[in-house]
């Protein structure tokens, strides 16, 4: 069974970087890419970007210059690094697998459960 | 970046409803459409991939269809563990976008 568990403050400092970690569990983290999404409070979800264990990323270009995303296979886990911290960035924040159909669509088939990340001084 | 509306953007409906939510690209996505279940302090739940293939595990009361734009996301029978907010997302090109999502609400 496949779980992923976000993990890292839940209070960040305005300008420090919002550091995150998604710990997997039933599968290994080197055969997928991996994803970030977010939810702002009162707002829909919005994809910030995936990455697979050999850097090969696409990222939002709307965060693009603040974000990174790299995967440790070594501890099976993945993270969020995001730059530059505002408050318009405090969101609950949900790790997710990516599945990449023969088609080349792509879906979010296991997701964790999310933890928020204010952003307040 | 593709726009994803969907409608509406709440409703109430009770136990044993059939319940329809309609979701609109802002330009053809093909098939390229998956649905989402989200509730509160709960992982997100894929219900509908490649705009009508059910994932595993997921209750056949759950159907999607449409193409190229417009697209439904239908539940036949209204469960107690269906209320809940539902969310759309396209894949056909990045970045990968939702809608605004619907919330389910017993009525």
């Known amino acids: 069974q496949v779980h992923l568990q976000e993990s890292g403050p839940g209070l960040v400092k305005p300008s420090e970087t919002l550091s995150l970690t998604c710990s997997v569990s039933?599968?290994?983290?080197?055969?997928?890419?991996w994803s970030w999404i977010r939810q702002p409070p009162g707002k829909g979800l919005e994809w910030i970007g995936y990455?697979?264990?050999?850097?090969?990323?696409n990222y939002n270009p709307s965060l693009k210059s603040r974000v990174t995303i790299s995967v440790d296979t070594s501890k099976n886990q993945f993270s969020l690094r995001l730059s530059s911290a505002t408050a318009a960035d405090t969101a609950v924040y949900y790790c997710?697998?990516?599945?990449?159909?023969?088609?080349?669509?792509?879906?979010?088939?296991?997701w964790g459960q999310g933890t928020l990340v204010t952003v307040s001084s | 970046d593709i726009q994803m509306t969907q409608s509406p953007s709440s409703l109430s409906a009770s136990i044993g409803d059939r319940v329809s939510i309609t979701c609109r690209a802002s330009q053809s996505i093909a098939n390229y459409l998956n649905w989402y279940q989200l509730k509160p302090r709960q992982a997100p739940k894929l219900l509908i991939y490649g705009t009508s293939s059910l994932q595993s595990g997921v209750p056949s009361r759950f159907s999607g269809s449409g193409s190229g734009t417009d697209f439904t996301l239908t539940i036949s029978s209204l469960q107690p563990e269906d209320f809940a907010t539902y969310y759309c997302q396209q894949s056909y090109s990045l970045p990968l976008t939702f809608g605004g999502g619907t919330k389910v609400e017993i009525k």
């Open positions: 039933g599968v290994s983290s080197s055969n997928y890419y």
């Open positions: 997710a697998r990516v599945i990449t159909l023969i088609s080349g669509a792509y879906n979010f088939d296991y």
């Open positions: 990455s697979d264990h050999s850097a090969n990323a």
